[in-house]
């Protein structure tokens, strides 16, 4: 079995560190790659680099026009595709409409994969009539795990760290979290809160905007802002080292990071809305009862032609009491979500990829 594959192969992006897993565990299933990567590739591990880098230069001589393409990328950009065989997307989104090109694109494919029923649900209510499968994502759970020593301000074993992973956005919630955080707690409490957000899309300019208003905020100096991990062995052994991720997005397209601090045995505190409904349940997680939903705009990335989750009073105070309760409670740990994870493997991810591009029936 001959799979064009064509994607980001690297570990700064989120459709990136998506498409080099689930190329990996293509390749653990035997399926035989030709690799077209859509930029650069830029890969942390030296195992990675050996196991790839020889297959994009067999792609040279051995690329077929005739076998399946499988594009993990924007549903907007699909037009441009590797030969001529039966074509599978993966995308992502986070908002509820999508525009007239996004469905255009994703009607002119076989098959569309999505991470999530509540993908499956927004692509019908927009009128895409191509088969759909969910495919959720998954977490390296060799690399997420418990690493023994701390690793981050361990004289500080009594103060109680919350944690947000992902890059500074308004949809990613991150102008509420700090009121939320502000809200929750006072200059006696021992607690602090660990940032990790840089966003590569912004200019440092921004990204020092987003920065100062935590630091110069009521509780600033009980907030961390931390550098982008170089290594997701690094990230792991931050999140070893805090007590409780907490993740008031308005909408995401899956969030790995949810995952990631899971699989650490943390505590969740997130929205009830989006991707992560696939996996965020009221078992393994902390929910923020979303209620409605509002125009999706934030003068960068957003420009109001779809709609998120409204995060208003009700929200702020649900998510103020659960800050306040892990912390008052001690609550470090996360059974059900340690169960959670071990559900979403990459294996599963590309298995599913597997069985319906070579499945001579669609």
């Known amino acids: 079995m001959k799979l064009n594959f064509q994607a980001p192969i690297s570990t700064n992006t989120g459709y990136g560190i ?57 549903q907007f950009d699909l037009a441009n595709r590797i030969g001529k065989g039966k074509y599978g997307a993966l995308v992502f989104f986070e908002v509820d409409k999508l525009k007239p090109n996004e469905i255009n694109h994703l009607n002119n494919v076989d098959t569309v994969f999505v991470s999530s029923k509540w993908a499956v649900d927004i692509l019908k209510q927009n009128g895409v009539k191509t088969k759909t499968i969910v495919a959720p994502l998954a977490v390296n759970t060799n690399v997420f795990k418990d690493y023994g020593n701390p690793y981050i301000f361990p004289e500080k074993t009594d103060t109680y760290k919350f944690i947000n992973i992902g890059k500074w956005e308004i949809r990613k919630g991150h102008d509420f979290l700090l009121e939320a955080f502000n809200n929750a707690f006072t200059e006696e409490d021992k607690v602090e809160l660990y940032m990790l957000n840089h966003n590569g899309f912004l200019t440092e300019q921004e990204n020092k905007i987003w920065a100062n208003m935590y630091k110069q905020s009521k509780l600033g100096n009980k907030i961390n802002i931390m550098p982008r ?29 949810i995952l990631e601090v899971m699989a650490l045995n943390k505590p969740i505190i997130t929205t009830n809305y989006s991707a992560h409904t696939e996996y965020c349940t009221a078992d393994n997680a902390y929910l923020i009862d979303i209620d409605g939903l509002t125009q999706a705009e934030d003068g960068k990335f957003f420009d109001g032609s779809g709609n998120w989750a409204d995060l208003g009073q009700k929200q702020m105070e649900q998510t103020v009491e659960y ?16 169960e959670t994870v071990q559900k979403y493997t990459w294996e599963n991810t590309a298995s599913i990829i597997k069985t319906e591009m070579f499945d001579a029936t669609t």
């Open 18 to 74: 998506t498409s080099t897993n689930i190329l990996k565990s293509l390749i653990e299933l035997d399926v035989d790659i030709s690799l077209f990567p859509i930029g650069d590739v830029t890969l942390e591990s030296v195992a990675d680099k050996n196991l790839i880098e020889p297959i994009f230069q067999k792609t040279q001589v051995s690329y077929n026009q005739n076998d399946p393409n499988l594009k993990i990328w924007h």
């Open 229 to 257: 991990a170089a290594t997701h062995t690094d990230l792991a052994k931050i999140i070893r080292d805090v007590d409780c991720g907490i993740f008031p997005a308005r909408a995401e397209g899956w969030n790995n990071e």
């Open 323 to 338: 800050m306040r309760k892990v912390y008052n409670e001690g609550i470090k740990t996360n059974s059900a979500g340690l």
